[in-house]
């Protein structure tokens, strides 16, 4: 059987996980995990194949805030991609750089998302029927296009990873525009609340276990129900109006901030 090919950004954290655990569960589906850290990489491929019977899990290690890094792993693909589920977040208590000289939020965050698709479009296309999930929140808002590095305004992380899931829903609005939905599709979700690292970083905890927080960017992950379906933005399984993603104008500006860098 022709399994469907997928990557999961950001993948041994509490959703990340969860995502790729439940994609490999379900029958023909190849998995490659992404993330910075080798180690834990090498653990939650070693957790999902013992969970799910699935041996098609492999791993890159990847700073998914650095852009050579992203173009390293575009580069060297081999085969085609048909999901791209972009879930990697970073959300630091206080303005933290990465190599590149931007804000880590943002780096991670946005331009994270922003590259991966840039990156892969060629490869989507070539796979085509494929699909885009970023995973944004309903935790979103106050994005200022003129300072999204923080440099001017006080840093808050929370301000900053609302602003960076404000910009995920944008860009999955912008992007969609773009491509042909019979070749790829491109939505967010929020992932549901669960008590992890990061949401534990906002002040938050979490209502929900990581599987039913994974379980709307799995369907748009694997679903027939929401083929051809493109620039939407989803909570609990059900489209939801999204405000931010109304203004075209502004979704299109962001491409342009974020093409900047």
Sequence with gaps: MNKKVVIVTGAYGKIGFAIARDIALKPGYRLTLVGRSEKLLVKACREIIAESGNTDISYQVVDLSIEADIHSLANH????????VNNAASCPLTRTENAEGIEMQFATNVLGYYRMIMAFES?????????????????????????????????????????????DRMLSAAFAGLFDPSEITVNACHPGDVNSQLSNSLGFGGHESPGQGAATPVWLATSTAVTGISGKYFEHLNEHHCRFSTNMTDCKNLLKVCSSY
């Design 77 to 84: 693909w081999q085969g085609p991609l048909h999901i791209l």
């Design 123 to 167: 490869i989507l296309r070539a796979s085509a029927p494929a699909r885009i999930i970023n995973v944004a929140s309903y935790w979103a808002g106050e994005l200022d296009m003129n300072d999204p590095e923080f440099k001017y305004r006080r840093y808050d992380n929370n301000t900053a990873y609302r602003q960076s899931k404000q910009a």
